[in-house]
């Protein structure tokens, strides 16, 4: 027995030698046998190419099959326009709600490596299962006859939605751990790997973007033109490709092991704290429980160190007389060590920061609702060629994928010689640029709009629903704020979540910081509606009627202008206070 305990301390000090030495990660990654990695052959930007690629996939799949979703219900299954609209968002707030399941099941149970390749399985088989529907003839509805379409039959209906729903499902174990997983591939405790790593999150959203482009364009002009099989085929295929890359990097992978459901820690601390209510709290943080050795008692995830605020939760890492003279420390129901508290702890800290990413989605929404109908009152001929209004939004991708590569080489580098940061901005100063380009963003759209109802009035275009003669490319500038914006704030946010997460919840980080993305629509609807309750009380037209040449569409702007400014104010006020998290 002796021996054995020997042979483990002295392999530990092995290992913490080589740590020392910067021939091993520091930040408790393995390898796909779970055996401690070496820097020089895994991880960092060698790893990269088959998770950007994955990315860059899947998105290209998914909205191959999102961007034209409303035109195949409507022309294919025969559905009206308010139930095809009702699907289709029902459908879009699901993918952004399953990334919760997929996220506990990754940091608790799976890892995110096997929590990827499950869900891109049934990712896969979501994507054939529709494009099955849209090619044979038996799950396909009937074409119509003149102006007579008949209605899908249950099992078509079953058949597409079944498809539909498990690509729901996919995307949820997908999204909240691929840009995570790829972030795991730098060392945290490495300051040169620290610097990749903010480079890593850039080019992440600029992988998105490309797929994005590509299914906004190409993909649905197929669908349009050449057929739904094989416009439905050919985002199945490059989900099949997705799936290829990801596996492909597997030797060169660095893995973090999963911590245990962070739910039911989380609930330990707090029920532990409340049992422990009328105890006082030390002056001397020392003399609250944490375990002896280096390691966390949390697998996958390094030690923290004790905060100050939030004292009240410090109740749960109290060790009573009782629990001193018996010696035992194991039920954390009653007893939780330090770094198991400042999990709860950050979680609270941070969602301040978190709720402010909802308006500026509520902003973001405004790109394929308000942006459009605008665009649709507007000169959208450009000689002989006619753009449709929804095409502008092609401009805010062109505006990401310009905007990535100027921040990262050259935004980067001339801030980093004057802030003495790493990344040149810190994620929350990132943010916060993105804050106040969003009200940028939104007082363009409202000037625009201004004109246009000048224009209107002259040429005496008000009683009349019709466009009015100022081209369309004039909403160019406001959908390139809007890309500008979202480069420092999305990404500012994925670094956010990644970095100050506890390190066994960061997956469950990432799908909150989604979900501020169908929140931000449900504001974005609910202000809508007490926008139009309250302008058009007493019989008015209302800032939004039915002809906008009427309406005031520009307040509406305005306000969202203000809401901005004021979110942007609260949100400074809260990055001031946020305290950074501290782990050894």
Not at 278 to 294: A, F, M, R
Not at 544 to 554: A, F, K, M, T
């Amino acid at each position: 027995m002796g021996s054995v305990d020997e042979e483990r301390s002295l392999l530990e000090a092995e290992l913490d030698q080589a740590e020392s030495n910067g021939l091993y990660t520091g930040d408790g990654s393995v390898d796909f046998n779970g055996n401690p990695v070496l820097k020089q052959s895994t991880g960092n930007w060698r790893a990269c190419p088959f998770i950007l690629g994955n990315e860059c996939c899947e998105r290209l799949a998914y909205y191959g099959i999102a961007a034209n979703l409303v035109s195949y219900l409507t022309k294919k299954l025969h559905e009206g326009n308010v139930s095809a609209a009702r699907n289709v968002t029902t459908w879009q707030g699901t993918c952004y709600l399953t990334p919760l399941i997929g996220a506990v099941l990754a940091d608790a149970y799976w890892g995110r490596y096997w929590t990827i390749a499950a869900f891109s399985t049934i990712y896969f088989f979501g994507m054939c299962t529709l494009t099955l529907s849209a090619s044979i003839p038996a799950l396909k509805p009937a074409e119509c006859v003149g102006s007579i379409c008949p209605s899908a039959t249950p099992a078509q209906y079953a058949v597409f939605f079944v498809g539909l729903y498990l690509i729901a499902l996919g995307t949820g174990g997908i999204k909240p751990c691929v840009s995570s997983f790829g972030a795991d591939q730098f060392d945290d405790t490495d300051p040169n790997e620290r610097v990749k790593k903010g480079s890593f999150f850039n080019w992440f959203y600029f992988s998105i973007n490309i797929g994005a482009l590509v299914s906004s364009s190409l993909l649905v002009w197929i669908q349009d033109n050449a057929g739904w099989g094989i416009g439905f085929g050919i985002p199945a295929l490059f989900m099949g490709l997705a799936i290829g890359s990801f596996f492909s990097g597997t030797a060169l992978y660095r893995f973090q092991r999963p911590g245990g459901s962070p739910l039911t820690r989380m609930c330990q601390v707090l029920v532990a704290a409340f049992h422990k209510r009328s105890l006082k709290v030390p002056e001397d943080s020392t003399l609250l429980y944490e375990t002896g050795d280096k390691h966390s008692a949390i697998e996958g995830s390094r030690k923290l160190e004790h905060s100050e605020e939030l004292k009240c939760l410090d109740k749960a890492a109290i060790v009573t007389d009782v629990e001193t003279k018996s010696g035992d420390f194991s039920n954390p129901w009653r007893l939780c060590t330090v770094t198991q508290v400042e999990e709860l702890k950050i979680l609270i800290r941070m969602f301040p920061i978190w709720a402010t990413g909802i308006v500026f989605s509520a902003v973001y929404a405004q790109m394929s609702t308000m942006f459009v109908e605008q665009g649709m009152m507007m000169d959208t001929k450009i000689g002989s060629f006619t753009i449709p209004p929804a095409s502008l939004s092609t401009f805010d991708v062109i505006s990401v994928i310009f905007w990535v590569p100027i921040y990262d080489r050259i935004i980067v580098p001339i801030a980093r010689k004057f802030t003495r940061k790493e990344r040149g901005f810190s994620e929350l100063q990132r943010m916060g640029i993105g804050l106040f380009i969003s009200v940028l963003c939104m007082s363009a759209a409202a000037v625009v709009e201004i004109r246009r109802l000048q224009l209107a009035k002259e040429l005496d275009l008000v009683d009349k629903q019709v466009a009015v003669p100022i081209s369309i490319l004039w909403q160019i500038p406001q959908y390139f704020l809007l890309g500008a914006a979202e480069v420092c704030t999305f990404i500012g946010q994925l670094e956010f979540f990644y970095d100050q997460s506890p390190d066994a919840m960061r997956s469950l980080c990432s799908a909150l910081s989604l979900l501020t993305t169908s929140l931000g629509n449900y504001l974005s609807s609910f202000i809508l509606t007490l926008v139009t309750y309250f302008t058009t009380k007493g019989g008015q037209i209302g800032w939004i009627s039915d002809n906008l040449n009427e309406g005031h569409l520009d307040y509406f702007f305005w306000l969202l202008a203000g809401l901005s400014f004021l979110n942007m104010l609260v949100y400074t006020l809260c990055a001031s206070r946020y305290k950074q998290k501290k782990a050894s």
